[in-house]
Structure formats: C-alpha cells, structure tokens
C-alpha cells in the first residue's frame, strides 16, 4: 500500500480525554475514532489489525475442531424470555422494538441463540460433541464505557459453544479450548495465565479466565512462575486424544487475580516461584451444564433412548479488546510494537527522499519484492521530512522499517530497522529483503 | 472438512413459507436458519459462501483503489439530524434509545458517519480522491420482509464511498467504481447488466443499477444484447488512466428496467439486438455530489486556498443478497450450482462404504491430496446410504464430485461427476485430482 493513497490520519496528540496508553496510541496512529460513547469507526490500520487477530482465533478455533457460524446482531426478547435472562439481564442489554413494536435486543452474548439453532436441528448423541463459534460485534450498555476498545460497548468478540452428551464430554470439550486458548495468546505474542474464575451458582471447577501480562493492566494476578513461564502447548497436540493431564499440568499450579486470590496458598509457594503481576482479562472459559439447555428444552436422546438436556459450556474471547490488550503489553515511548501476527503490515518502505529517480526506484524495487514476497508492505511515499516519516513509522509499530536515502542509495546500501529491537543495520537491499522475508 | 463432524443440517423438504427457490434451497442445504423475520443465522456452509463473495468484492474494490474501513451498526441520531435524513427515513430505520435515553440506530446505510469521519481528518484536496469502504451489516426494518435473505432486514452490504475535488475527480471515481462492479459479478459467474436508475432531484446520468440475470428475477430488463454479452473489463485496465471510453462502450447501448423504459428507444433497436430477461438488483452506484458535505460541511480547501464541500459518490452491493441471487441464476431441480468463485467447497469426496477398508483408504488420499492442492475439501464419511450422499452433494452445489465405492476401488478407478454439466467420468485416482486441481 502506498502510504499517499492510503487513510492513516496520525494524530501529533491524543486527545486529553483518552486515559490508557493503548487508547491513545490508537487514536494517533489513526486506528479508530469514536463515533459515539464506547462505540468506534475502525480506520484502515486499525481494522489491518482487527482482521488478523480474528484470523487467528479463527484458525485456532478450526484447529481445535470447533465450526464457524454467523449469528445476527438483532435477536428476539422471546428466547431470552424463555432461558429467564430477559429481566435479569438489566440495563446493559440494548431493548429494541421494532415497526411491528415486537421485542428485540442486540445481542450481548448469544446462548440463547445457539441453542436454540441447536435444538432445532441435533436430536441424538450420535451427533456429537459439536462446538459452534461465531465472531460477531455484540452490543453492552456499559454505564461508564471507557478506555477507547478496551472496553466498548459495541465490541468484536468471539463466542464458542460446546454440546455434549454427558459431563465428561464436556469436559474434553472445555480442554480443547483451554488449550486452544493458549495457543491464540502465544500466537499473537503474548504471555497468558489462566487463573480460576468464578464459577457461579453451578460450582465446580470449570470456568477460568486468560489474563494477559500487562503494566498497565487492570487486575492483580498471583502465580507461580513455572506456569507463566511454561509455554503454550501447540499446535500439534492430539486435538482427539486426552488432553486432561496436559491441561492439569497448567492448572494445577497456583493462579489466581484479586477477586479470586487466595493469600495462604499463594505463601506457602517458594519465595522465588511466587510471581505477581498486572493483567487484562482477554478471554473466558466457562461450563454451565444444562442451564440453558433444560429450560430451552435442547434434548438429546442418548444411547439408552432417554432424552436430556445438553450440555453446554461458552467459550469468549474479545476480538476487539485484544487490539488494545497487546498494545498495552507491547509498546515504547515512541509508538506501537506489532507482534507480527497482528501487524496491520509486515514491512514499511520509508523513501527519505520521495521525487529523487534513484531513491524512488530503489524504494520501488523494494516495495515489488517484499509485496512478491507476501509480507503486504507499507510504502512511505509522501513527500515529508524524514523526521516525521519516522515517528510515523514508529508510533504505528510496523515491525520492519526499511530506511531508503540519497546517501544509502548513492552507496549501495539501505538501511533496516527492527521495531521491538530497535536494532540498525546499513546493507544491501537485498540482505535488508532477506532478512524482513526471512 | 470431515462430514461425520461437521454441521450440514440439510433438509428434505423447505418450509411452505419459502417462496422462491433460493430461499427453499438455501433453507434445504442448511446454509442458514431464520431467527425473526428478515433476520437469519448463517449456518457453516451459507457463512463460507458469505464469505466467499464479501472476499471477492473486497478483492475487487482494493483493485480499484478503494480503502476499507468498518463502521460500527449502531450510530448517533444526531448526525442524521445534521444532514436532514433523521425525520425523512421513516420507519425503514430501526430507532434505538439507551441507557442514557440517547437516540441511536441501527445503520441502514453510512453516508452520514462516513462524511463525518472523513471531515474530521481530510482538509485538502491535495489528499484527494479518497474511496473508503466497509462491509458491515446494515438493518433496514422492512414492512414485509421476504424471500429470505433476498429482501431481509439484517444484510451484509458493501457500501464504498467517494470524496473528491471536483466533478470531474467525481466521474472518475464513479467510472472506476463501475468497471469494478462489472468484475465483482463476472468473478461470481454472473451476467450482469448495468441499467441507469432514477438519479433522484440531484439529477445527471450518474446512477446505476447492476441486475443480474435470473429467470425468476424481480423485475424485468430491457437490454441491447451487445451490452449483455460483453464480457467485464478485467482486472488489468489502467484504474488510473481514463476509464471514459471503456464506461461509455457500456452506457452507450440501450439498457433499462422497468421503472426507467423508454419503449420507443427500445423497440428502434434492430430485432435480434433487443433483448428482455428478468433481473435481480445486485447493485446500485450514485452520484449525488455534495448532498451530504454541504450541510454537514465536509469542505475541502482548493488549490485557488478556497473551501469547497466534497464532491461524493456511493456505491453499495448487497453481499447477502448475492448469495440468493448467485442460487436464483445458477440452479436446477436437484439443487445448487456454485460457480467455483463462491462455492464453499471446492470438492466432494463421497465415499460409498464407509467403514470399508480399501474404500476409506482411497477416500483418505484423496482428501488429503484434495487438501494439499488447497482445493478446501468436504469430505461424506457419514455412514449412510450411497442415494442420500448423491442427493446431499447435489444439493449443496459443491462443483466436483469425487465418488469412491468398493467396486471402482478394486478396479483402481473412481468417479468423477462435475455438478454443473452432469458429467461423469470414470478414472483412477490421479486423473480425478489433476482434473479437479485443473
């Protein structure tokens, strides 16, 4: 993409009222802009970003064997009367009515929609374990929406729903997604702990929450280090196979954020093994059983030929959110530091000089070969001072910057700058290409 | 994708309330669910299809030049009280008050939060021409929703917008958006004939519809036959060179549905050039100059240091919509016919024994092969009888079908079926794939 043809209106400040560092990186690196209170226009950058965090979720969730359907954002009032959500749900649900002055709402979270799809087509265990997944903008009337994406009212998100015929399958269902979970998080570079959440009236041992490693993170969390340590289990785990031990493994090391701390465990850790932390929640897990299922009548018949309530477990993580998530723990004094699964580029072409024919014709060639190559460059083409081609580049956090100049080019040379590192190096073009396309 | 795990709820007969045969067929291959009138859940197959066509618009408007971005559904009252739709737009709009009794609503379409964005950002006519488009759902609260997603109230739409200078900045911003159109519906296999609509008061001769033609289309088309036989212009003309003469070859020839026929045109035109079908709207491109950026002051500073409101366009294609009208042209008795464009998969291995050793041997090559050549196969390893996997493939639409039975197995062949003509051949194996992978 050529930098003047494209829309990436940076920002020198952000605006006074924006409080966290991710918000107001967005905002000047021309991610978003607020249309309304918690509610956003994504601008190219920002959206860049958005759609390859989704993919990855996607292809994390596919892996795991989970199917992806699309549920509207309007719904009924009636199936959330039916499930008795509708009352209790209160005023962050947005209550709709439509010409015909019929009851909808847009959808804060979707159980009663799945289940309800859910029902009207699956009769038998032998149709099971299914796991459906949608992502798809939910609406939350927060009372105090703040922190730009962080926390929105209108918000990306991704919901997964698992059926099973008996408790046990449901069980292997919910590993698949802790596991799976921590495959996404590590994909998109960040270090996530699952820490124990609060299971609710239905108890048991099942719900957790994915806390992801931050400064400016808005929870306390307390574990033991060998689990923040320990690595995501990968792609290549038996998705079929018993996936208990590896997810006890991960569990059964002390975890928790504030809510759910629990001091005297905590202690009892060797003092070197005790790690705390601020953290983001950025997904959560949850079995609930046959709390929809049982009122929304979604029976199965099993083997015996009795017909039971299916059951469910829900599977969340915020799309949007995750934008902002690895900002706050990816980031300098200067600007964004993409991840490369998430950069809304792969490489940026600064032409220090635009309008000299050499500069431009070395910047040409280099934006030819990185687009060949599948990295999707950025080509900074504006005619603008150097100084204000590198901020850009820096505030937007693209992890290559390649630096072309009279002086380079009059040389031979180019030169190349890694993001995270902050690492230069004067090359040839061609070892600058080798070493972005790897 | 594994049947046997997958979720194709396929039924055998549709409801009696679906009208037209996209809607039955839709409904019977399992592709979506109808969750309130006008508002439908897309199952995994319809989704891949959604997908398909959003990807190819997509694909098409970056070619063009176009910029994507993503609007939030819900937006503020107020920017429609600023341009004078709020009161105009009637019940079509959903209405929504929150928490806060502020007035929102469901977007049934953008040109009031786009002018907004881009008034807020752009400032020169030096940053000109800007296209921005998104693909987003949009709610229109039709009196009488039907025809499934054909005519629903929650739909996928591409809606692209663009700035300009000046009028003639404008007339190339339409031309490019015109020309992409015409690609859009080539690549998705479709006939597709661009008609001039009603321009509204604005007036001028830039407003078109694109119908496609289907023999159970809404209205009816009256063309000069040239004009529907020439092929799209292609991916490879100079977007930005003069697409004038290329726009005018096409606008040139007589073209006209119902609404706008001009009988006495038609009918001066030699017989064998006159030609009537039926059509289905897929498209509609508008020129409507500063209707919008005058009272919502979108002004752009001239190279003479005046400011003048922006010249805009918009361009809209209903992505969902697509979907019905591809299976309204592309059908027979036994089913769907995907043109491979927007065909969820690309094949289908139906394997006739399941449970058959040497049967599942084969069929396991061949979707793995399938696999590699990234054909993104579907593969029937239900066990279940070899008339209902006919029917079911037939059904869905998918263009290859790779039948594997025990006694083609001990011969060393298998059969090739191609859903769109009915042929059948019998091969080996490696014939079948290299046919299939082309």
Chains 1, 2 share one sequence.
């Not at 607020?34 to 390859?52: D, F, H, M, S, T």
């Not at 703040?146 to 046990?168: I, Q, T």
């Not at 080509?379 to 100049?405: C, E, M, S, T």
Request: hydrophobic share 45%; net charge negative; glycine share 8%.
């Amino acid at each position: 993409m050529r930098l003047s043809r494209y829309f990436m209106p940076t920002l020198r400040e952000a605006p006074a009222d924006a409080q966290i560092v991710s918000h107001q990186l967005m905002l000047r690196a021309g991610m978003v802009r607020q249309e309304a209170a918690g509610i956003y226009a994504w601008l190219p950058l920002g959206l860049r970003v958005l759609k390859k965090i989704e993919q990855v979720v996607r292809e994390e969730m596919d892996r795991a064997g989970a199917i992806e359907i699309l549920m509207p954002t309007i719904q009924l009032a009636d199936l959330w009367k039916e499930s008795g959500r509708y009352d209790d749900y209160g005023d962050e649900m947005l209550r709709i009515l439509d010409r015909g002055q019929r009851e909808l709402l847009f959808g804060p979270t979707a159980e009663e929609v799945v289940t309800d799809i859910f029902r009207s087509y699956v009769k038998s265990y032998k149709d099971l374990p299914k796991n459906l997944y949608n992502i798809q903008w939910k609406f939350r009337d927060e009372r105090r929406p703040r922190f730009g994406v962080m926390r929105g009212r209108e918000f990306l998100m991704k919901d997964a729903y698992s059926f099973d015929a008996d408790e046990a399958g449901a069980r292997k269902s919910y590993n698949r997604m802790f596991l799976a979970y921590l495959n996404v998080y590590a994909r998109l570079g960040l270090k996530a702990v699952p820490v124990k959440a609060d299971p609710g009236p239905i108890g048991g041992d099942l719900s957790h929450e994915f806390m992801i490693l931050a400064d400016t993170g808005e929870s306390q969390v307390f574990a033991h280090r060998d689990l923040v340590e320990m690595g995501a289990p990968g792609p290549d785990i038996d998705w079929d196979g018993d996936l208990g031990p590896e997810v006890a493994r991960r569990t059964s090391l002390y975890a928790a954020s504030d809510e759910m701390h629990d001091a005297a465990r905590f202690e009892a850790m060797p003092e070197d093994k005790r790690m705390t932390a601020r953290g983001i929640e950025v997904g959560h897990i949850f079995y609930f059983g046959t709390k929809y299922s049982a009122p929304m009548k979604a029976l199965v018949t099993g083997p015996d030929g009795k017909d039971t309530p299916v059951q469910m477990g829900s599977y969340g993580v915020g799309v949007s959110r995750l934008v902002a998530a690895i900002i706050e723990a990816s980031h300098d004094a200067n600007g964004i530091i993409w991840p490369a699964a998430a950069a809304p580029f792969g490489a940026v072409v600064l032409n220090l000089r635009a309008g000299d024919a050499a500069v431009d014709a070395v910047c040409e060639q280099a934006y030819a070969a990185l687009t060949a190559a599948g990295i999707d460059p950025l080509y900074d083409d504006r005619d603008d001072r150097p100084g204000a081609k590198f901020a850009a580049a820096d505030l937007v956090g693209i992890p290559w910057q390649l630096i072309v100049g009279p002086k380079g080019v009059a040389e031979g040379v180019v030169e190349l700058k890694n993001r995270a590192t902050g690492e230069r190096q004067t090359v040839p073009l061609d070892a600058a290409l080798k070493a972005i396309t790897g």
